[in-house]
C-alpha cells in the first residue's frame, strides 16, 4: 500500500483535504493494482499512520467523504475514469475507454502529497505536457477556435516575442508597458484562444489559459494570469478573458470560491477530461503511459 501522506496522519482536515485523499485512493489502485483495498482497509491506514491520534469514527467519515468524492468524478466521466470503488473493494476499471489523460492529471496532483518525490519526478518536461494536454482539450472545446501555444516557460531573455504574436493574433495594437511582463509570473499564459473573423479588424473573442501544475493556494492562484498587466502591454478592442488549467480535481466549495474570486473559466483534472473528444495523439500518449508507470512505481510505500 501507499504510504499516508502526513497531511492525513493528523486532525483538523479542510475542505480541500478530502479530494486530495480521494486522489490518494486512486493513486494507490493505480500503483498497485492486485491489491485488494477495502473501505476499513482505508481506515486502518490513516489509524496506523496517526499511531492513534484520530478517533476512528473521525477517520471513517473521512474516508467515507473522500470515497463520496470518487465516485462523484465517477458519475461526471463514466468510460474516462480509470478507478472505480464498487462492493466496497476498489479496482481498476478494465473498460475504462483511455486511462492516460486522468491518470496524467492525477499523477501530476499527488505532487502536494510527496514534497521529495514531486522534485524527481515533476519537472518541466512534465509541465510542458501538461500544456500540451490542456491545449488539445481546448481545441475540442473550442472547435472552430484558433489554439496556439505561447512556449512561456520556455522563453528567454524576455516576453516580447509573445506580446508580438499576440498582438497579430488579435489585430491589437502595442501597449505602452510591455516591457511590465518580463519579470510578472502572474501574467503567464500557455495557451492562447481566440475566434478570428474575416475581416480582420480585431476585437475576437478569446481566452488565456494559464496551466497551472504546482499551485498550493488555488484560490489565489484562480486570479491569475493578471489581465491588468495585459491591458498595459496590449492595447485591445476586446479583452480576452482569462481561464485557469489545473491537474487537480477539486471540490465544489473550492471551485466555488476559484471562480468567484477569479472570475473566470476554471478547468480542473473532471472538466479537462470530461471535454475530451478525439483520441490524444500517439506520441503524447506513449510518453505520458512510460512516466506515468515509472511516477507511481517510484511512490512511497507503508513500512
Known amino acids: 500500500m501507499l504510504k ?25 489502485a493505480l500503483a498497485d493494482p492486485t491489491e485488494d483495498l ?11 499512520a496517526s499511531g492513534g491520534g484520530i478517533p476512528q469514527d473521525d477517520i471513517r467519515l473521512f ?42 492529471c492525477l499523477v501530476l496532483s499527488l505532487a502536494p502529497l510527496f514534497p521529495s518525490w514531486r522534485d524527481k519526478h515533476i519537472r ?3 509541465r510542458n505536457m501538461f500544456e500540451e494536454l490542456t491545449a488539445h482539450i481546448v481545441s475540442d472545446l473550442f472547435p472552430r477556435w484558433t489554439i496556439n501555444q505561447t512556449g512561456w516557460a520556455n ?11 499576440i498582438i497579430q493574433l488579435f489585430h491589437a495594437r502595442r501597449g505602452g508597458y510591455g516591457e511590465v511582463l518580463d519579470t510578472a509570473n502572474d501574467g503567464q499564459i500557455d495557451v492562447i ?28 492562484k484562480a486570479l491569475e494570469p493578471n489581465l491588468g498587466l495585459w491591458e498595459m ?4 478592442l476586446h479583452v480576452p478573458q482569462k481561464a485557469l488549467a489545473i491537474p487537480f480535481a477539486i471540490g465544489h466549495d473550492t471551485f466555488n470560491k476559484m471562480a468567484t474570486a477569479g472570475r473566470g473559466l476554471v478547468l480542473d483534472r473532471v472538466r479537462l477530461v470530461g471535454s475530451l473528444e478525439r483520441a490524444l495523439p500517439q ?12 511516477a507511481l512505481s517510484d511512490l512511497p510505500r507503508a513500512t
Open 63 to 104: 474516508v467515507d467523504d473522500a470515497i463520496s468524492h470518487l465516485r462523484m468524478r465517477r458519475g461526471y466521466l463514466s468510460d474516462m475514469h480509470p478507478v472505480d470503488f464498487h462492493d466496497d473493494r476498489l479496482a481498476l476499471d478494465e473498460n475504462c475507454k483511455d486511462p492516460i489523460p486522468y491518470s496524467f
Open 233 to 236: 502591454a496590449v492595447s485591445f
Open 38 to 48: 477495502s473501505r476499513s482497509d482505508l481506515v486502518d491506514a490513516i489509524e496506523e
Open 155 to 165: 522563453s528567454k531573455g524576455g516576453k516580447g516575442k509573445i506580446v508580438q504574436k
Open 124 to 126: 518541466q518536461m512534465q
Open 4 to 28: 499516508v501522506p502526513t497531511a492525513f496522519t493528523s486532525p483538523g482536515w479542510t475542505e480541500e483535504d478530502t479530494p486530495r485523499f480521494a486522489d490518494w485512493i486512486e493513486a494507490a
Open 193 to 220: 484562444v481566440h475566434r478570428p473573423f474575416i475581416d480582420s479588424r480585431g476585437s475576437y473573442p478569446g481566452y488565456f489559459v494559464q496551466c497551472a501544475t504546482g499551485a498550493t493556494d488555488l484560490k489565489t
Open 283 to 294: 506520441a503524447f500518449s506513449g510518453r505520458a503511459k512510460t512516466w506515468i508507470a515509472r
